[in-house]
């Protein structure tokens, strides 16, 4: 017996985008969710935040921002002080990627970590193995309503 997935599962801002529009899950999708996850550790933050800023909502969006300004540091959580390699942040970017065929495999990510591979030096416009220029689409897409659940236990 195979199982079958009938409909998309996931938490909001660790589903890369071309899950939540197909509903497909492949390596490319799990590359994207561990990217989200390696920023949310650098940063403090959790992917998205309802109460920041319009320009902070999306963690990935402000780190990228952030990144182009040349000025990564400022996203990165100020409890890591000196204990943090920015080349970490840099890699949780490259993983959330926006464009699928831009995100690293996972066995280049695990390169990438022990050092072996240098992180490529535009994290926004990569070429892929086809000579293919990759870069990022910016998609309009209606305003989110994001809610916060709150639990409270009595004394």
């Not at 599962?9 to 969710?33: F, H």
């Not at 959330?96 to 831009?102: D, E, I, N, W």
């Amino acid at each position: 017996m195979r199982p079958q997935t009938s409909h998309v599962a996931g938490t909001l801002g660790y589903m890369a985008p071309e899950l939540a529009r197909t509903g497909k899950a492949n390596t490319s999708t799990d590359v994207y969710a561990f990217g989200t996850f390696m920023l949310e550790v650098a940063c403090g933050r959790r992917p998205i935040e309802a109460r920041a800023s319009p320009d902070q909502t999306f963690l990935a969006d402000w780190i990228t921002d952030c990144w182009d300004n040349g000025d990564i540091v400022a996203a990165i959580d100020g409890r890591l002080e000196k204990r943090f390699v920015l080349q970490e942040a840099e890699l949780g970017l490259l993983c959330s990627h926006p464009v699928a065929a831009a995100r690293p495999t996972m066995s280049s990510v695990i390169s990438y970590l022990d050092g072996v591979a240098a992180l490529p030096e535009n994290l926004n416009s990569m070429e892929n193995p086809n000579d293919e220029l990759i870069t990022e689409r910016n998609y309009t897409v209606p305003p989110l309503r994001i809610t916060e659940s709150f639990v409270s236990h009595g004394r």
